[in-house]
Protein backbone atom coordinates (compact mmCIF):
# COMPACT_ATOMS: atom_id res chain seq x y z
CA UNK A 1 0.00 0.00 0.00
CA UNK A 2 1.46 3.61 -1.20
CA UNK A 3 1.38 7.23 0.12
CA UNK A 4 -0.70 9.51 -1.99
CA UNK A 5 1.73 11.96 -2.62
CA UNK A 6 -1.11 14.56 -2.90
CA UNK A 7 -3.09 13.38 0.32
CA UNK A 8 0.15 13.63 1.79
CA UNK A 9 0.93 17.61 0.64
CA UNK A 10 -2.84 18.39 0.93
CA UNK A 11 -2.12 17.71 4.85
CA UNK A 12 -0.73 20.51 6.10
CA UNK A 13 -3.09 22.77 4.18
CA UNK A 14 -5.58 20.90 6.15
CA UNK A 15 -3.98 21.00 9.20
CA UNK A 16 -3.46 25.26 8.85
CA UNK A 17 -7.04 25.45 7.93
CA UNK A 18 -8.49 23.52 10.60
CA UNK A 19 -6.01 25.87 13.12
CA UNK A 20 -7.69 28.85 11.32
CA UNK A 21 -10.80 28.00 12.33
CA UNK A 22 -10.11 26.83 16.09
CA UNK A 23 -8.33 30.22 16.57
CA UNK A 24 -11.22 32.20 15.46
CA UNK A 25 -13.31 29.80 18.16
CA UNK A 26 -11.07 30.49 20.56
CA UNK A 27 -10.95 34.28 20.13
CA UNK A 28 -14.95 34.19 20.58
CA UNK A 29 -14.68 32.42 23.76
CA UNK A 30 -11.65 34.76 24.91
CA UNK A 31 -13.88 37.66 24.16
CA UNK A 32 -16.67 35.81 26.02
CA UNK A 33 -14.37 35.69 29.14
CA UNK A 34 -12.92 39.42 28.74
CA UNK A 35 -16.45 40.33 28.86
CA UNK A 36 -17.58 38.60 31.67
CA UNK A 37 -14.21 39.78 33.73
CA UNK A 38 -13.69 42.69 36.11
CA UNK A 39 -14.98 45.83 35.05
CA UNK A 40 -11.95 47.80 33.28
CA UNK A 41 -11.90 46.29 29.99
CA UNK A 42 -8.24 46.11 28.36
CA UNK A 43 -7.89 45.83 24.85
CA UNK A 44 -5.77 42.97 23.51
CA UNK A 45 -2.54 44.94 23.18
CA UNK A 46 -3.17 45.95 27.15
CA UNK A 47 -3.85 42.18 27.66
CA UNK A 48 -0.64 41.47 26.13
CA UNK A 49 1.52 43.32 28.15
CA UNK A 50 -0.12 42.57 31.39
CA UNK A 51 0.30 38.66 30.38
CA UNK A 52 4.35 40.00 30.08
CA UNK A 53 4.40 41.73 33.08
CA UNK A 54 2.94 38.49 35.15
CA UNK A 55 5.99 36.29 33.52
CA UNK A 56 8.48 38.98 33.43
CA UNK A 57 7.89 41.45 36.33
CA UNK A 58 9.98 44.21 36.98
CA UNK A 59 11.46 44.47 32.93
CA UNK A 60 11.53 48.28 31.59
CA UNK A 61 9.67 49.99 28.72
CA UNK A 62 12.67 49.22 26.07
CA UNK A 63 12.63 45.78 27.15
CA UNK A 64 8.94 45.11 26.61
CA UNK A 65 9.03 46.69 23.56
CA UNK A 66 11.55 44.10 22.16
CA UNK A 67 9.39 41.25 23.19
CA UNK A 68 6.26 42.98 21.83
CA UNK A 69 8.00 44.41 18.29
CA UNK A 70 7.02 47.92 19.50
CA UNK A 71 8.07 51.33 19.78
CA UNK A 72 9.04 52.62 23.23
CA UNK A 73 6.29 55.60 22.59
CA UNK A 74 3.40 52.67 21.74
CA UNK A 75 4.42 50.15 24.60
CA UNK A 76 4.68 53.61 27.12
CA UNK A 77 0.87 55.15 26.31
CA UNK A 78 -0.03 51.19 26.74
CA UNK A 79 1.52 51.29 29.99
CA UNK A 80 -0.18 54.40 31.01
CA UNK A 81 -4.04 53.57 30.20
CA UNK A 82 -3.04 50.17 32.75
CA UNK A 83 -1.77 52.73 34.94
CA UNK A 84 -4.54 54.72 35.23
CA UNK A 85 -6.44 51.56 35.16
CA UNK A 86 -5.02 50.85 38.60
CA UNK A 87 -3.98 47.46 36.65
CA UNK A 88 0.38 48.56 36.56
CA UNK A 89 2.31 50.23 38.30
CA UNK A 90 6.21 52.03 37.64
CA UNK A 91 8.67 51.66 40.28
CA UNK A 92 12.33 53.06 40.10
CA UNK A 93 14.82 50.70 39.37
CA UNK A 94 17.03 49.39 42.03
CA UNK A 95 20.04 49.03 39.24
CA UNK A 96 19.01 52.26 36.94
CA UNK A 97 17.93 56.00 38.10
CA UNK A 98 17.13 56.56 34.88
CA UNK A 99 14.82 53.52 34.49
CA UNK A 100 11.51 52.47 35.76
CA UNK A 101 10.33 48.67 36.43
CA UNK A 102 6.64 47.72 35.50
CA UNK A 103 4.81 45.94 37.61
CA UNK A 104 1.16 44.56 37.66
CA UNK A 105 -0.92 45.99 40.76
CA UNK A 106 -3.03 43.15 42.79
CA UNK A 107 -5.74 44.79 40.66
CA UNK A 108 -4.03 43.52 37.22
CA UNK A 109 -3.21 39.99 38.63
CA UNK A 110 -6.61 39.72 39.76
CA UNK A 111 -8.20 40.78 36.57
CA UNK A 112 -5.75 38.70 34.91
CA UNK A 113 -6.84 35.56 37.30
CA UNK A 114 -10.52 36.25 36.89
CA UNK A 115 -9.46 36.41 32.99
CA UNK A 116 -8.28 33.27 33.11
CA UNK A 117 -10.40 31.28 35.30
CA UNK A 118 -13.61 32.79 32.92
CA UNK A 119 -11.27 31.15 29.46
CA UNK A 120 -10.49 28.15 31.06
CA UNK A 121 -14.06 27.14 32.53
CA UNK A 122 -15.06 27.98 28.55
CA UNK A 123 -12.11 25.35 27.56
CA UNK A 124 -12.84 22.95 30.09
CA UNK A 125 -16.59 22.68 29.32
CA UNK A 126 -15.81 21.94 25.53
CA UNK A 127 -12.91 19.80 25.86
CA UNK A 128 -14.73 17.46 28.21
CA UNK A 129 -17.34 16.92 25.76
CA UNK A 130 -14.68 15.95 23.39
CA UNK A 131 -14.01 11.99 22.89
CA UNK A 132 -10.83 10.65 25.43
CA UNK A 133 -8.66 9.73 22.12
CA UNK A 134 -9.98 13.29 20.59
CA UNK A 135 -8.52 14.98 24.08
CA UNK A 136 -5.06 12.98 23.88
CA UNK A 137 -4.91 13.83 19.99
CA UNK A 138 -5.58 17.38 20.85
CA UNK A 139 -3.07 17.46 24.15
CA UNK A 140 -0.33 15.62 21.16
CA UNK A 141 -1.19 18.45 18.83
CA UNK A 142 -0.57 21.20 20.63
CA UNK A 143 2.54 20.11 22.51
CA UNK A 144 3.89 19.77 18.99
CA UNK A 145 2.86 23.15 17.65
CA UNK A 146 3.88 24.63 20.75
CA UNK A 147 7.61 22.93 20.26
CA UNK A 148 7.97 24.19 16.72
CA UNK A 149 7.19 27.70 17.22
CA UNK A 150 9.14 27.54 19.93
CA UNK A 151 12.62 26.52 17.77
CA UNK A 152 11.39 28.84 14.89
CA UNK A 153 12.11 32.29 13.94
CA UNK A 154 8.74 33.09 13.84
CA UNK A 155 7.73 34.87 16.86
CA UNK A 156 10.54 37.33 16.19
CA UNK A 157 9.67 40.61 17.24
CA UNK A 158 8.43 43.06 14.39
CA UNK A 159 8.55 46.75 15.68
CA UNK A 160 5.33 48.24 14.91
CA UNK A 161 2.56 50.57 16.18
CA UNK A 162 0.28 48.51 18.80
CA UNK A 163 -1.77 51.56 20.03
CA UNK A 164 -3.87 51.56 17.29
CA UNK A 165 -5.49 48.81 18.07
CA UNK A 166 -5.90 49.42 21.87
Known amino acids: MGVNPTASRREPHDAAEA ?6 LLE ?20 R ?20 GATSSSVSRLCDRLQALGYVRRTPSPVSRRELELKLTSRGRSHLYELRALREESLLAVI ?9 ALVEGLQGFR ?11 QTRDVTRSA
Not at 128 to 136: D, G, T, Y
Request: charged share 25%.
Open 19 to 24: AREVVE
Open 128 to 136: SAMPPAARH
Open 49 to 68: VMYILDRDEGINLRTLGEVM
Open 28 to 47: ILWERGREAASPGPVSPSQL
Open 147 to 157: ETVGESDLLRP
